[in-house]
């Protein structure tokens, strides 16, 4: 079980998140969603120890976080960040090996090996072992780095698994494959926590939704439980439908049409903001 209590993070006197309490069972994948500057990130690196909570707590299997050794942790909880410094030229094989640093001392055992191969198989980048992690095109270096967090975390049981934007650079083929991937996991018994920015695939993949604003959490259901017209406007401030999706079944966002407007007309529509925020 993955708990958060009161969860409060704030950067001189900036709130950044407040008061966020939820309790995820294994064998559950969470979506976070919300706008630009919600929180959904922040929340990631409270959960992955990234950031210390001003406030509250988090507790991983019965135990706080902080009561973990790093070693230990790092063998259950493994984050893919929304974005991946490599600066030096190491090879997609040795990027995916270093996902099992905290499992060997000097060489790596079999088991490390099977999980290397297996995990570069499922994210589809076994073909690219050898190529430079500096050559890849974006969506192939975030397969890999998927791989590598995978890798971290294989054949633990209770493993929490950590996505921020793991979908944003793949293609369609890869995002699906990629979220059925982790929905297989949470099957299997892991914890799934993922910020995404497509709705419908949340709604498509995920047992439950958070929908976030400005560092709080409004809402925590199922799709179809948070998953309304209005609940869309509160949170991204735009119409949509909610309607089913006749061939998933699944919930399913229709952003109201906009018609594209003239350049002449947004760029007016920008003049009146600035206006009227020079008077306020
Ligand atoms: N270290 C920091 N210093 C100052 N402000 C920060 C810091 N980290 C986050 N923030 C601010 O906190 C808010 C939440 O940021 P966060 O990255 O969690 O948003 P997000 O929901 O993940 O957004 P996005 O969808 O754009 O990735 C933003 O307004 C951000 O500018």
Redesign the pocket.
Known sequence: MLIAENLTYT?KK?I?LKGVNFAIRPGEMVGLL??????????IKLLNGEYTPTAGLVNLCGNNLDTYSVVSLAKMRATMA?QHRVSADFTVKEIVMMGRYPHYNHQPQTADLEAVEQTMELCGVSHLEDRSILSLSGGESQRVHLARVLAQLWKQPNALLLLD?PISAMDIKFQHQTLSLARALADHGWIVVA?L?DINLAAQYADRLFL?KN?RKLMDGTPSEVLNSRNIYTIFGIDADVVLNPTTLHTYIVPKVVRPLPLDFLLKKEKIVDNSQAVI
């Open positions: 950067i900036h950044i919300g706008a630009n500057g919600a929180g959904k990130s922040s929340l929304q934007e910020v920015h976030m560092g």
